[in-house]
């Protein structure tokens, strides 16, 4: 049997990268097309590179991230923006999970069959829900 770790500073380091590749992401700018909003969106992301690298948990200000969908003004392509942050959030998470399983050592037993791999549920939601769009909002019904 063999004990496995993870290296003391494996999160500092992933945090530190997920930071400088958040800082250095270039997003296609959109026009004519529904797009986020393009000082919210970098807002965010400078809030969240500070967060990473104060090895702060992302997950939950990513989950509850909104933002202002633009149209005939310049916005960020909204998957592309989606995307990176579904990334930082699975990272983030691997780096916490190999952090947290350096803290506690695991013991590892060569003969065991492997796990198989976790299946995502079905109701799962992207982290970064869009908002709807002016017309919809404008259009849709009040709640009294």
């Keep these: 049997m063999r ?3 993870a290296p003391l500073g494996h999160t500092v380091r ?3 990268s997920l930071a400088a590749e958040v800082e250095n992401c270039r997003f296609t700018p959109v026009r004519l097309r529904e797009g986020y909003d393009t000082g919210e969106v970098d807002d965010f992301l ?3 590179c500070r967060r990473l690298r104060a090895g702060e948990p992302v ?3 990513v989950a509850g991230a909104r ?3 633009v149209r005939m003004r310049e916005g960020y392509d909204m998957g ?3 995307r990176l942050l579904e990334r930082v959030v699975a990272d983030a998470a691997d780096a916490t999970s190999a ?3 350096a803290a506690s050592p695991t013991v590892v037993d060569p003969t065991a069959p492997a796990a198989a791999p976790a299946a995502m549920p079905q109701e799962w939601t ?3 829900s869009e908002v709807t769009s002016p017309l919809a909002r404008l259009f849709r019904r009040r709640r009294d």
Excluded: H, I, Y
């Design 67 to 69: 933002f202002t969908p």
């Design 14 to 16: 992933v945090n530190e």
């Design 3 to 5: 004990v496995s770790r």
């Design 126 to 128: 992207n982290p970064v």
């Design 46 to 48: 400078d809030d969240l």
């Design 99 to 101: 952090t947290t399983s």
């Design 80 to 82: 592309e923006v989606d």
């Design 59 to 61: 997950a939950a200000l």
